[in-house]
């Protein structure tokens, strides 16, 4: 049979604790349904109890959100999700490093942090190194977090300017029968980069990106145009690629050509990385799982 175990977490006389528990105990309440606890609040004291390793994770998780509430960081479902999964990948995974690196951007509304260890290992690599290319499904923070460190870098003056192109994906369309000058053309395709803009910074601040389209020919003209005191992050899904038939993709062959090459990081998301929806990580996954079966779906 197996021990149950109790464990006490005393938490300082001014401890804000709210943020810790959440609206109607919400925290609590997720961790005793994920780990399989019983967890009591009582003034500063916060009991668990449980399997012994259950609740060593319980109050492990508990103690790291405290060190986030006392930084000022917000604590809600998703951050308790987040030391949920890390802690399920990898057991001695740094937790107060994740938790706290926030990314600092001009907006009020929200504080940007990675949510999983592939999003850390990104974020850090974008800082250390000049080339970094992040490859993986949508979802999973790529561009959002691309985009969050060029703000903080551009507010921060570490940088004079964000220059900003993305691949202009044919849907159904040709690009040339679309209505419009070239920059009504290739506007919708800049859109999602754009709202990312827009929830960092101030509208009157945003400025006019530019997007150019990543043949293979493209993405060395992009890489060899990497000045002094820049830095390029290149994202992309190597599962959609929409190139004229007999076209190589930029982004599936600079794994190869670029492998070698110290200075330039290749960070690969998976389905555990994305961060949307709950259900979108199964999506993913079982979109993988039937193109692999069938041979079928775009690449």
Same mark, same amino acid.
């Given at each position: 049979?197996?021990?149950?175990?109790?464990?006490?977490?005393?938490?300082?006389?001014?401890?804000?604790?709210?943020?810790?528990? =959440?609206?109607?105990?919400?925290?609590?309440?997720?961790?005793? *349904?994920? &780990?399989?606890? #019983?967890? +009591?609040? %009582?003034?500063?004291?916060?009991?668990?109890?449980?399997?012994?390793?259950?609740?060593?994770?319980?109050?492990?998780?508990?103690?790291?959100?405290?060190?986030?509430?006392?930084?000022?960081?917000?604590?809600?479902?998703?951050?308790?999700?987040?030391?949920?999964?890390?802690?399920?990948?990898?057991?001695?995974?740094?937790?107060?490093?994740?938790?706290?690196?926030?990314?600092?951007?001009?907006?009020?509304?929200?504080?940007?942090?990675?949510?999983?260890?592939?999003?850390?290992?990104?974020?850090?690599?974008?800082?250390?190194?000049?080339?970094?290319?992040?490859?993986?499904?949508?979802?999973? =923070?790529?561009?959002?977090?691309?985009?969050?460190?060029?703000? *903080?870098? &551009?507010?921060? #003056?570490? +940088?004079? %300017?964000?220059?900003?192109?993305?691949?202009?994906?044919?849907?159904?369309?040709?690009l040339g029968f679309l209505p419009g000058d070239l920059y009504e053309k290739v506007h919708p395709y800049l859109r999602p980069?754009?709202?990312?803009?827009?929830?960092?910074?101030?509208?009157?601040?945003?400025?006019?990106?530019?997007?150019?389209?990543?043949?293979?020919?493209?993405?060395?003209?992009?890489?060899?145009?990497?000045?002094?005191?820049?830095?390029?992050?290149?994202?992309?899904?190597?599962?959609?690629?929409?190139?004229?038939?007999?076209?190589?993709?930029?982004?599936?062959?600079?794994?190869?050509?670029?492998?070698?090459?110290?200075?330039?990081?290749?960070?690969?998301?998976?389905?555990?990385?994305?961060? #949307?929806?709950?259900?979108?990580?199964?999506?993913?996954?079982?979109?993988?799982?039937?193109?692999?079966?069938?041979?079928?779906?775009?690449?």
């Amino acid at each position: 049979m197996s021990s149950l175990t109790t464990k006490r977490i005393t938490l300082a006389s001014d401890a804000d604790l709210l943020p810790l528990l =959440g609206r109607n105990d919400e925290n609590l309440r997720l961790l005793e *349904s994920q &780990l399989a606890l #019983r967890i +009591v609040a %009582r003034g500063t004291e916060i009991t668990l109890r449980g399997e012994e390793h259950q609740v060593q994770q319980g109050t492990r998780i508990l103690e790291e959100l405290q060190a986030r509430v006392a930084a000022g960081l917000p604590v809600q479902a998703a951050e308790v999700r987040t030391a949920l999964r890390v802690l399920a990948e990898n057991e001695g995974a740094d937790l107060k490093a994740l938790f706290l690196d926030a990314i600092a951007v001009p907006s009020r509304k929200k504080q940007i942090t990675p949510k999983t260890l592939t999003q850390k290992r990104y974020v850090d690599a974008i800082r250390s190194r000049d080339v970094v290319v992040g490859i993986g499904p949508a979802g999973t =923070g790529k561009s959002y977090l691309a985009m969050a460190m060029a703000v *903080s870098a &551009l507010t921060q #003056r570490e +940088v004079s %300017r964000i220059i900003l192109t993305r691949p202009a994906v044919e849907a159904g369309e040709r690009l040339g029968f679309l209505p419009g000058d070239l920059y009504e053309k290739v506007h919708p395709y800049l859109r999602p980069l754009y709202d990312a803009l827009y929830d960092m910074m101030e509208p009157e601040k945003v400025q006019t990106l530019r997007e150019r389209n990543t043949t293979s020919e493209q993405m060395k003209m992009f890489l060899t145009r990497l000045g002094f005191n820049s830095r390029m992050v290149i994202t992309g899904d190597i599962t959609q690629v929409d190139l004229p038939s007999g076209r190589a993709s930029g982004l599936i062959e600079i794994q190869e050509v670029l492998k070698a090459i110290k200075g330039i990081q290749f960070v690969y998301f998976s389905e555990r990385d994305v961060v #949307r929806h709950e259900l979108v990580s199964e999506i993913v996954r079982a979109y993988d799982e039937w193109t692999r079966a069938t041979g079928r779906g775009r690449t």
